[in-house]
């Protein structure tokens, strides 16, 4: 089954614990991306990835970093989690140039920072 | 600055109940509206790409169209499994190539 794979799925930690959340895709997607979102923001792009080790700033970046070292896998990294980065994680992947095909979420990551 | 505006924010609806949702929208050269669906827990899910006005794409129960400022998602007869939140999106000529904006969504509650 074509998916994106997220983990883990729910995730409470402490201000300050270097944490990864990973997301996974077996679809050959070139475009990865991950978002959050927030009550009352929809959906904000953190940062995106338009192939291996091709990575870029989405709108809200701070705090956040990523890698790409395969094409299937695009982690998101949060080297020193804060309360202001409690949100739904989601990681999303398309082919191409991917607003024109529709992208491909993965279920989530609620993350809980305290 | 790119923009888009969904309404209502709710929806409540008895099954059988047809209706539509809003997304306005304010871009640089549209090239795209994307429609997507979303459950709770879970992420968005692709339903529909639109990309000039006069556009209608359908799929079961749902019906999109587009306008020049706005779009529509006309909900005919809906069920109850049909209740989740609808996601507006447009992609400009002037993003980059990847960038849609998304709107805030309508929740849709259909009551059996």
């Known amino acids: 089954e074509a998916q994106v794979t997220q983990n883990p799925r729910y995730l409470i930690t402490v201000t300050g614990k270097k944490l990864t959340v990973t997301c996974s895709q077996n679809?050959?997607?070139?475009?990865m991306s991950w978002y959050r979102q927030d009550p009352g923001l929809g959906l904000r792009q953190i940062y995106y990835?338009?192939?291996?080790?091709?990575?870029d700033k989405g709108d809200v970046p701070e705090g956040y970093k990523v890698s790409r070292k395969e094409k299937r896998n695009f982690p998101l990294i949060l080297e020193s989690p804060s309360p202001n980065q409690t949100s739904l994680y989601f990681c999303a992947s398309s082919t191409g140039t991917g607003w024109l095909y529709g992208y491909t979420f993965g279920s989530g990551t609620r993350l809980t920072v305290v | 600055e790119d923009q888009v505006t969904q309404s209502p924010e709710a929806l409540r609806l008895q099954e059988g109940e047809s209706s539509s949702l809003n997304c306005s929208y304010t871009?640089?050269?549209?090239?795209?509206l994307f429609w997507y669906r979303q459950d709770p827990g879970k992420g968005p899910e692709f339903l529909f790409t639109l990309y000039s006005a006069g556009e209608e794409k359908e799929k079961e129960r749902l019906k999109a169209t587009l306008t020049k400022k706005e779009s529509f998602l006309h909900i005919t007869a809906p069920k109850p499994e049909d209740s989740a939140t609808y996601l507006c999106a447009v992609h400009g000529s002037m993003n980059r190539d990847d960038k849609i904006i998304f709107g805030k969504g309508t929740r849709l509650h259909i009551l059996p």
């Open positions: 871009v640089s050269g549209l090239r795209g």
């Open positions: 679809m050959n997607h070139e475009y």
């Open positions: 990835s338009m192939n291996v080790e091709v990575t």
